[in-house]
């Protein structure tokens, strides 16, 4: 597994833009590149929501409907960097937003096929 370490939360006003990063430090035989990376939120009373994700090279990329469009994931394999630019933010997305990486083939959408989880960062859109 990875060690997934998030950074970049904090508040913002409707509309405004933020940048979420995950560092990840390999473990003995868990290589970055090897990983396929997702952002996921969750929001006080709601379940576990994909948000976005990046497949190993960074050559295609996947977004929940309620983010296309606003936000941007992107990867950096000689940093062990996943990134997310997130623009025009609502309050809606207001969240604890996760880094997690995969090693599993199935569904990049689905948070099951997801063994490394970072701590979670708080992202809050209010005026």
């Known amino acids: 597994q990875l060690q997934l370490l998030e950074s970049g939360g904090g508040l913002v006003q409707p509309g405004g833009s933020l940048r979420l990063s995950c560092v990840a430090s390999e473990r003995a035989g868990h290589t970055f590149s090897n990983y396929r990376m997702g952002w996921f939120r969750q929001a006080p009373g709601k379940e576990r929501e994909f948000v976005a994700g990046?497949?190993?090279?960074?050559?295609?990329?996947y977004y929940a409907d309620s983010v296309k469009g606003r936000f941007t994931i992107s990867r950096d394999n000689t940093k062990n960097t996943v990134s997310i630019q997130m623009n025009s933010l609502k309050p809606e997305d207001t969240a604890v937003y996760y880094c997690a990486g995969t090693q599993g083939t199935g569904s990049i959408r689905d948070g099951r096929e997801y063994n490394s989880w970072g701590q979670g960062t708080q992202i809050t859109v209010s005026s």
């Open positions: 990046i497949t190993w090279g960074g050559d295609f990329t």
